[in-house]
């Protein structure tokens, strides 16, 4: 009896055990449940549905982007100089970290990596708020000079007058009325080639005394010495395609010197008399730079084959001669900025040297 026991249950076993290793095929899916319900509204994109605030008009921003792509700004601004001494003015990191920071004389703190010439963020505050407020400026606060330390403001010219001002030149001039050797040890001497922040109110020139008065043009009362926007006034005219006026920051051609009298219209309504007023200005203060030049380049102090001073130790009144020179040309108006402070400046350097 034991043994039949055993043996039928060793039968359920086997049984059991072999119902367990067999796969059945997979049952049909069932329905799909109800939709569970809806969640908590989640945070507004930033900023997305502002967009249209600035871009509802896609062809006035790609217009200004074309006038800025045919601008000295973003072909010739030599973004290629991203050292620590260089980048505050010529890259768009540098720039926008020297206002940050302010840092003294524009110095970044470190080579700026991958140098951006300057463009849309660096003078707007592109994509900050979302909003129209993305168009202001990223400096508007008054300046105060490298050189000088004069503080001015041109309102929203503050943003230009930034870059547009003499750097630090070593060894500094000596008191016109006093005089003095100075050793300079640079080719590059002055005002260093964009002063024009500081010619339009006439101010740190070397005064040597002379037969010419130290005075100001009109331009400097219009558009310096008031709350108007000094160099925006001019040089934003109402934009003749990619020639001049708009984001090209140009006053007139490249090709032809047409000057965008849009931007100058309220104080010179006649043309013509405009043209010959700016003709004969820019004249006389052409003739003047090459009559300077040729006492300077007499004297050994300025190689024209280079277009640079040479090194050496200059009597006071002979490296102010030179830097008055350079600040002339580099102000690359040609005396339309401030006429008589320019026309002084080489009128007494010239007397200076004869």
Known sequence: MKNYMLLICTFCIAIVMGLASCEGEDGTAGPIGPIGPQGPQGPQGEGTQNCVMCHGSSQLISAKQFQWDHSVHATGGNYNRNTTACAGCHTSQGFLERIETDAPFGATAATIEDPLPQNCYTCHQIHQTYTEADWAFTQED????????????????????????????????????????????????????????????????????????????????????????????????????????????????????????????????????????????????????????????????????????????????????????????????RGVHNFKYANALLTNSIASLQ
Not at 167 to 183: E, F, S
Not at 231 to 257: K, L, P, Y
Not at 280 to 287: S, V, Y
Not at 309 to 327: C, M, P, S, V
């Open 142 to 333: 008054p300046v105060t000079l490298w050189v000088g330390g004069q503080t001015l403001d041109f309102g929203k010219a503050n943003l230009c007058i930034s870059c547009h001002q003499s750097r630090i030149y070593t060894p500094a001039l000596p008191d016109p009325a006093t005089g003095g050797t100075v050793n300079i040890q640079t080719t590059r001497y002055g005002p260093h080639y964009g002063p024009q922040g500081v010619m339009l109110p006439g101010l740190n020139g070397y005064e040597v005394a002379g037969p010419a008065v130290y005075e100001n043009s009109a331009h400097t009362l219009l558009l310096a010495n008031n709350t108007g926007n000094a160099c925006i006034t001019c040089h934003m005219g109402t934009a003749q395609a990619t020639n001049s006026g708009g984001h090209t920051f140009r006053v007139s051609t490249d090709e032809t010197g047409v000057i965008n009298a849009a931007a100058c219209i309220v104080c010179h309504p006649v043309a013509a008399e405009m043209n010959a007023l700016v003709d004969d200005r820019q004249a006389q203060i052409e003739a003047k730079l090459a009559e300077l030049e040729a006492l300077l380049i007499a004297r050994g102090i300025y190689d024209p084959l280079i277009g640079q001073n040479t090194k050496g130790d200059y009597e006071g009144h002979e490296a102010g001669a030179l830097f008055n020179y350079k600040f002339v040309k580099e102000d690359r108006s």
